[in-house]
């Protein structure tokens, strides 16, 4: 049974940063694409970023330059790192993994999705 958590949500004033964090189990990360959405108040979940079983990233142009994704095989993992945060970037931020070889860029390229997390970005 695939289970995906993620970590390290909270609030943050504007220009500050964060770190996410993904951790799967029940499922090699390294062999499956992995991504990062998200979802403003009263707006449709937007893709941010993901990470390719082939190792290509891949970022909507509102966070490129400002988020890196990363994936820690050894650990199961996968990383957001978002800097110079933004209010806008106010979201829940979801997980998701995809079994097929399309890397994900949109909704329809994930199979599984964690629960979500918080993140406030403070004007």
């Known amino acids: 049974q695939v289970q995906l958590v993620e970590s390290g949500g909270g609030l943050v004033q504007a220009g500050g940063s964060l770190r996410l964090s993904c951790a799967a189990s029940g499922v090699t990360t390294s062999m499956y694409n992995m991504g990062w959405f998200r979802q403003a108040p009263g707006k449709e979940r937007e893709f941010v970023a993901s990470?390719?079983?082939?190792?290509?990233?891949y970022y909507s142009d509102s966070v490129k330059g400002r988020f890196t994704v990363s994936r820690d095989s050894a650990k199961n993992t996968m990383d957001l790192q978002m800097n110079r945060l933004k209010p806008e970037d106010t979201a829940i931020y979801y997980c998701?993994?995809?079994?097929?070889?399309?890397?994900?860029?949109?909704?329809?390229?994930?199979?599984?999705w964690g629960k979500g997390i918080r993140v406030t970005v403070s004007a």
């Open positions: 998701g993994i995809g079994e097929s070889f399309i890397a994900i860029r949109s909704d329809a390229e994930v199979d599984y």
């Open positions: 990470f390719s079983w082939t190792g290509n990233t």
